[in-house]
Nanobody
Framework: QVQLVESGGGLVQAGGSLRLSCGVS????????MGWYRQAAGKQRELVASITSGGSTNYADSVKGRFTISRDNAKATVYLQMSSLKPEDTAVYYCTTIHRRLGPTNWGQGTQVTVSS
């Protein structure tokens, strides 16, 4: 059974930083592409950042230069370092496995990030 467990969300002031973590079990983590999605209230879920099994990264334009995705294969964990946070970054953030043909497959339960102005 695949499990993804996010942590690290919370309330932060604009300009602040947070680091999200996602621990993964039930799969061979090192061969899986991973991603972070977010969903703000009343909006569609969107891809924030992704990282391939080889370490190549991709970011949404809205977070480039502010967010960094990384992975630790030994710990089966993917991270999202978020800096210079803005109120518009407020959302529930989800960790996913990403199939290169099917897109996001397994999802975590989500962690709330709230950025106050």
């Amino acid at each position: 059974q695949v499990q993804l467990v996010e942590s690290g969300g919370g309330l932060v002031q604009a300009g602040g930083s947070l680091r999200l973590s996602c621990g993964v079990s039930g799969i061979i983590f090192s061969i899986n592409d991973m991603g972070w999605y977010r969903q703000a209230a009343g909006k569609q879920r969107e891809l924030v950042a992704s990282i391939t099994s080889g370490g190549s990264t991709n970011y949404a334009d809205s977070v480039k230069g502010r967010f960094t995705i990384s992975r630790d294969n030994a710990k089966a964990t993917v991270y999202l370092q978020m800096s210079s946070l803005k109120p518009e970054d407020t959302a529930v953030y989800y960790c996913t496995t990403i199939h290169r043909r099917l897109g996001p497959t397994n999802w975590g339960q989500g962690t709330q990030v709230t950025v106050s102005s």
